[in-house]
Nanobody
Framework: QVHLVESGGGLVQPGGSLRLSCAVF????????MGWFRQAPGTDRAFVAG????????QYDDSVKGRFSITRDIGKNTVYLQMRNLKPEDTAIYFC?????????????????WGQGTHVTVSS
C-alpha cells in the first residue's frame, strides 16, 4: 500500500522560504516519478515540480522556475520542495504525488497516489 505524508507548510511573509517534505511509504523514490502540485481556492490542481526516476529529469512550472527546487533523500525515502522568494500567489494547498511510470507528466490525472496536502500561506 502506497502512502504519502506531507509536512512543512505554514504562514510565511512574501520573500520568505519554506521547505515541504513528503515521506513515502510502500514505494521507493528512486523507482517512480515524484511530483508536487498545488491548488488554490477556486482553481484546479496544478503541476508545480516533478522528479523522474532519473534524478536529472526534473521539471518545473514556469511560475516557480528559479525559486523552487525538488530533491529527494534516498535514505529517508522522502521528497522535498524547497521554496524561496515566496509570493502571495504561491498561496495554496500543496500535494505530493507519485506515479508508477518513472516519467514526469504535468496532468494530475496521470498520477497514481496522493498525499493529504499541506497548507502554504504567503502573506504580510
Amino acid at each position: 500500500q502506497v502512502h504519502l505524508v506531507e509536512s512543512g507548510g505554514g504562514l510565511v511573509q512574501p520573500g520568505g522560504s519554506l521547505r515541504l517534505s513528503c515521506a513515502v511509504f510502500g514505494r521507493t523514490v528512486t523507482e517512480y516519478a515524484m511530483g508536487w502540485f498545488r491548488q488554490a481556492p477556486g482553481t484546479d490542481r496544478a503541476f508545480v515540480a516533478g522528479l523522474g526516476w532519473n534524478v536529472d529529469s526534473t521539471q518545473y512550472d514556469d511560475s516557480v522556475k528559479g525559486r523552487f527546487s525538488i530533491t529527494r533523500d534516498i535514505g529517508k525515502n522522502t521528497v522535498y520542495l524547497q521554496m524561496r522568494n515566496l509570493k502571495p500567489e504561491d498561496t495554496a494547498i500543496y500535494f505530493c504525488a507519485t506515479r508508477a511510470n518513472g516519467v514526469v507528466t504535468m496532468a494530475p490525472s496521470t498520477w497514481d497516489y496522493w498525499g493529504q496536502g499541506t497548507h502554504v500561506t504567503v502573506s504580510s
